[in-house]
């Protein structure tokens, strides 16, 4: 079976979800294409295995201890650091435990891509990335946020008459909800009782942003359609602070016409083979962009724009052991040169072969141009030329 560098396209397109939620519809609705082609099969792998690099991992792997830290610490009002309440939060985040497993678990997948090797290991210890998070907590929880709150009665998804539990006890989480009619669920971290009616409370660690709330009045809409009752609030709680706004049914409304919009235009856009593109400006860093012909030339656009090394090449030599000669797209040469050590990472490539390299190191030498292949490049190859020359794919 070919390689992942020279399937031109998945060997098992992803279907649309079949059931839809926040993130999924925020997620297609960026890009249909990128969805699809990262959940599609690509020969032996599952799903499109993108190469991230160590630092973006280890950012990521911090910021969902956060995410569970802030989220464990909002169920409880924000306890003040070393208080039972605050012990508790941690252990139910698996706030320390939780970097060994995320570090060993990373490690095992980047083990599993294509082309592994030394510069694809994490590096940092898992004890050095709690520290980072540590010190990134403490610079932006503040204690005594939501004092007094009622300990919530966890629901999960098998609970029925959610209105009267949530008199009884007043407040539930993790409450599993599912639209009576539209293909679209969501798990609402918190619902509570207020001296007006529910308030529907959601944890976020970072910066307040507009989609936190448009995820929140979701949430607020599977509230009412479930129960019958109208939540008056939405709330996100970040480490220091909260945003609320006022819900009426006029905007649940609204929001449920919208949802059902998006949910049929989206599956629609999902059902080419490729699924509809959405270039713009985050094709630059799109981990799919080498198998995307409408965001590529845009992304390669802003990619040398920036000096990085991603382009449109046509093989015009014979390979050696240090690389290759090709035309770009508007005729001029490049040498493709690596290491002897890379070699074995560079896909085979034939006289006429289009390549797309991407994050190579581009470099203006005297002798003209060259893209250089390092450890961490990837060359997907393209179709044959007939005629050997440069030009864009189509
Ligand atoms: S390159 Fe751009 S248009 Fe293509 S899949 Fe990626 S984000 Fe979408």
Partial sequence: MSSLYELQAPTEWAAPPEVWSSSSLDEVGACPRRWQLLRSRWGDHERFPVRAHPAAIEGQVVHDALDRLARACGQRGNPAFGTIAFMEAAAEADFFGGFANAVADWQERLA?????????????TPQELANRAIRLFREQYRPGAGDGRAAAASVGSGAVQLAGLLRARGALSEVKLRHPSLPFLGVLDRVQLTGEGAEVVDFKCGKASEKHRTQLMRYALLWWRVTGETPTRVTAQYLDGRQSSDVGEAALVEEERSIAEAIAALTDHLSGRPGSARPGPGCAWCPVRARCDDGWALGEENARSEGRGDAELTVV??????GFLCRDGVGGEVAVVHEAAVAPLVPAVGVGQVVRVVDGVRKEKEKGKELEIRAWTEVFVGHQRADGQASRQA
Avoid at 117 to 122: E, M, S, V
Avoid at 317 to 322: I, R
């Fill in 317 to 322: 030599g014979q390979p050696g052991p240090h």
């Fill in 112 to 124: 599993r891509h294509p082309r592994p090797g030394p510069p694809f290991r994490l590096r940092t």
